[in-house]
């Protein structure tokens, strides 16, 4: 007598962070959106608005426009769920390019940091290497390696091993905030802040923001949003500094220097790094808060470059987002793209209608139900006044 199965495991690459199955159904919640109304454009520099005030962001009392054309495509699109779930893909490049770093670094132990071989070396190989871990662990956060959760924050932690410094865990919870909170002001930790905005909207400040983008992304969040250390970050340290540690031991110090010189590049002035830039800065005078780019720069960067297709299905994974494109040609292809990331940077530097204060802000839902308790307390002192004077 065969005994009954019993409840099926849940898969959790199926809820990729920022929505569920259950999106599209009926809700009381009222959907609105930033509709781009513009014809697309191929250069992501020629300007079809007035330029924005450079002395603030961008505010916006809109709902952040994913969500809404996510339950568009799945009304039109129902057969765009066959595209969700993990890619067994990912766990075997991640291993292959873990295994090139840790060659190259190895090879470089007798090779002085300050050689152009190192240096070439870090920059060409380094740089793209560990550009590719940064977006694999990205990829890893949205649980899309595994169906379950725990294999996925393994291979996240075994991933991070070349980059030189704990990151995959403390990226996990910002990164699904910037999802369900884009542009949210001090809880989506991918806008810049009011002091950036201060210092840094010149050319040599945005120069400065460029090289060093991979410093403002690991600093910024723990002195905007502060997350609470659980056993899965120790677990990262832990790993994370045991394999410096043996690293340094074994092979000596240079090395480690190649894996977070590896590190550095990847986030500064390098052809992957554009899409940092890239994918939520407000281009062409619009209020469009998302871009997407399909170079071929893709093949070394996760196809991040499908960032509207990403924000729209965050459970899809990197492999299907070409094919929910082809999906729905009819929303993809009506927005503007990017035709390359190395000039995302050049027109970011030296142009003045693009800077920090380029991006689209919302107040949290705490900061705007105390603005809307503020503006309503002014009013009735207002009313009080008027009536007086009467």
């Not at 190395?342 to 900061?367: Q, T, Y």
Request: aromatic share 12%; glycine share 6%.
């Amino acid at each position: 007598m065969s005994v009954p199965p019993g409840p099926q495991p849940i898969d959790f690459s199926l809820f990729g962070g920022a929505e569920s199955l259950d999106e599209g159904k009926k809700s009381t919640r009222s959907p609105r959106r930033t509709a781009v109304s513009h014809p697309k454009q191929n250069n992501a520099a020629a300007h079809i608005a007035p330029p924005q005030d450079p002395a603030d962001f961008l505010w916006l009392m809109t709902e952040e426009p994913h969500r809404t054309r996510r339950m568009e495509i799945l009304k039109s699109h129902p057969e765009v769920t066959k595209l969700m779930g993990h890619e067994p893909l990912t766990k075997y490049v991640v291993l292959g390019v873990v295994a090139l770093q840790l060659f190259c670094a190895i090879s470089l132990r007798h090779t002085r940091p300050s050689s152009p071989i190192f240096l070439l070396c870090a920059y060409a190989i380094g740089g793209t290497a560990n550009h590719n871990l940064f977006l694999a662990i990205h990829e890893i956060t949205h649980n899309l390696a595994f169906k379950r959760i725990v294999p996925n924050k393994l291979l996240a932690i075994f991933a991070n091993l070349p980059i030189g410094i704990p990151y995959s865990v403390m990226f996990k919870g910002y990164h699904l905030e910037h999802h369900k909170f884009l542009g949210q002001d001090n809880i989506d930790t991918d806008l810049p802040t009011r002091l950036e905005l201060i210092f840094l909207n010149n050319v040599l400040g945005k120069v400065f923001f460029a090289t060093f983008q991979i410093l403002f992304y690991a600093l910024r969040p723990g002195l905007v949003r502060a997350q609470r250390l659980g056993r899965w970050h120790l677990l990262n340290f832990a790993a994370q500094f045991s394999f410096d540690y043996l690293l340094v031991s074994v092979f000596g110090w240079r090395p480690l220097v190649y894996l977070i010189a590896s590190s550095f590049f990847a986030g500064s002035l390098h052809p992957c790094a554009g899409h940092f830039i890239a994918e939520h800065y407000l281009w062409d005078g619009l209020a469009q808060e998302t871009y997407s780019y399909y170079g071929p720069l893709n093949v070394l960067a996760y196809n991040v470059g499908y960032h509207n297709e990403h924000h729209d299905f965050p459970s899809i994974p990197w492999t299907r987002l070409p094919k929910l494109r082809a999906l729905a040609p009819e929303v993809y292809d009506a927005l503007p793209a990017h035709p390359s990331w190395p000039m995302v940077i050049v027109n970011f530097i030296r142009d003045k209608e693009v800077g920090i204060f380029a991006r689209a802000k919302r107040l949290s839902k705490v900061a705007g139900a105390a603005a809307a308790a503020a503006a309503a307390t002014d009013k009735h002192e207002d009313d009080s006044d008027s009536d007086k004077s009467e």
